[in-house]
Nanobody
């Protein structure tokens, strides 16, 4: 049974930092590109960042570029999202997901297969 479990969310003041983790089990973790998405109340789910299978390539939404860093540890079957200089508009439920295309990815949620349940990030002003 494939499971993706996110953790590390919480309440933080604007300008603060959080580090999210996504722990995977039940799949060959290193075979998948992984992405983080977020969804704020009343809004569509949006792409945040993605990382290739081997840690060699990353991609970020313009809204988080320079503030967020995605990384992975294939030995631990875990992907991380370091979030710095957080803003109130970063408030959302953050979820990780595996790309359906193995090494590549798009920014469309429909192109991702396995999803975690999400972790809430709230940034106060």
């Amino acid at each position: 049974q494939v499971q993706l479990v996110e953790s590390g969310g919480g309440l933080v003041q604007a300008g603060g930092s959080l580090r999210l983790s996504c722990a995977a089990s039940g799949l060959t973790f290193s075979s998948y590109a992984i992405a983080w998405f977020r969804q704020a109340p009343g809004k569509e789910r949006e792409f945040v960042a993605a990382i290739s299978r081997s840690n060699s390539n990353t991609n970020y939404a313009d809204s988080v570029k320079g503030r967020f860093t995605i990384s992975r540890d294939n030995a631990k079957n875990t992907v991380y999202l370091q979030m710095n200089s957080l803003k109130p508009e970063d408030t959302a439920v953050y979820s990780c997901a595996t790309s359906k295309y193995g090494s590549g990815w798009t920014r469309r949620p429909s192109d991702f297969g396995y999803w975690g349940q999400g972790t809430q990030v709230t940034v106060s002003s």
